[in-house]
């Protein structure tokens, strides 16, 4: 079966950082723009960040743009979101999702989602 799994949660300190992993498996994703949502308690799932097939382009929340980076090293199917100055407002459940197509655009189908990794930011 195709999945993607999720790794890195955890607990932080407000002003930390941590690095979210995702790890398909079943088959390759490297032709496809791969992104992360986040779901807090009460609220909606929401978009977070993009990057295309071959990580020329990349895309952000303004609630996490200047301190996020997402990566991907196509050679390990693996898709990265490093965040710095973590906020207690960032306590979410961060998904990876696949979107099967190679350019990311606004609101495009997403394919493939992750179980999720929960992050906590206390203050």
């Known amino acids: 079966q195709v999945q993607l799994v999720e790794s890195g949660g955890g607990l932080v300190q407000a002003g930390g950082s941590l690095r979210l992993s995702c790890a398909p498996s079943?088959?390759?994703?490297?032709?496809?723009?791969m992104g992360w949502f986040r779901q807090a308690p009460g609220k909606e799932r929401e978009f977070v960040a993009a990057?295309?097939?071959?990580?020329?382009?990349?895309y952000y929340a303004d609630s996490v743009r200047g301190r996020s980076t997402i990566s991907r090293d196509n050679n390990k199917n693996t898709v990265y979101l490093q965040v710095n100055s973590l906020k207690p407002e960032d306590t979410a459940v961060y998904y990876c999702?696949?979107?099967?197509?190679?350019?990311?655009?606004?609101?495009?189908?997403?394919?493939?989602w992750g179980q999720g990794t929960q992050v906590t930011v206390s203050s």
């Open positions: 999702a696949g979107f099967c197509f190679g350019v990311y655009y606004a609101d495009m189908p997403r394919c493939y």
């Open positions: 990057i295309d097939w071959n990580g020329d382009n990349t």
């Open positions: 079943g088959r390759t994703f490297s032709s496809y723009a």
